[in-house]
């Protein structure tokens, strides 16, 4: 009787600590994907022979730590920091790229891989991904962490315009 009280405790111990751990992001520990992500990176280039180029979609910015500041100092900019390896950043993409071709030059949405930009997600302190973070004029006014709703990015976008 009581092995079996103190294995359902440990189990629920153990069960509660994975949930704690999922969607964690840790700048030491993942020193490798970006060597494995890129060993198993295929790209293949599709021409639409049928499509105008003034037709064609403009996606979101890919930000790294040299253009950063200069890219949020001036105007609105929404900033996803994520990772290739993220279930969660792969799935909030396609709302970013969505928002990106519908602002245009309203606001800059942009991307920032945190595995090959470390420092500065370090500097704005992302411990979680995805992480979106809106500037106006170089100044954090927002910060949403976890996977985001485009109604959600649209009213926060709206609300800096």
Known sequence: MIKTKLMAIGLSIFT???LFSV??????DEDNIENIEEANVKSVDV????????????GPVSLT?????ATIS????LVDFWATWCGPCRRQGP????????????????????DKNRKTAAQYHVRSIP???????????ERLVGMQSKLTLVDVVNRYL
């Open 16 to 18: 509660m600590a994975g």
């Open 23 to 28: 969607n964690s992001y840790s700048f030491t």
């Open 47 to 58: 021409d639409f022979p049928d499509e105008k180029v003034s037709d064609k979609k403009a």
């Open 65 to 69: 730590d040299k253009d950063f500041e």
């Open 74 to 77: 001036k105007g609105v900019t």
């Open 95 to 114: 709302i970013i790229e969505e928002i990106a071709s519908e602002y245009g030059d309203k606001a800059v949405i942009a991307k920032l891989d945190v």
């Open 131 to 141: 992480t979106i973070i809106v500037f106006k004029d170089g100044k954090v006014v």
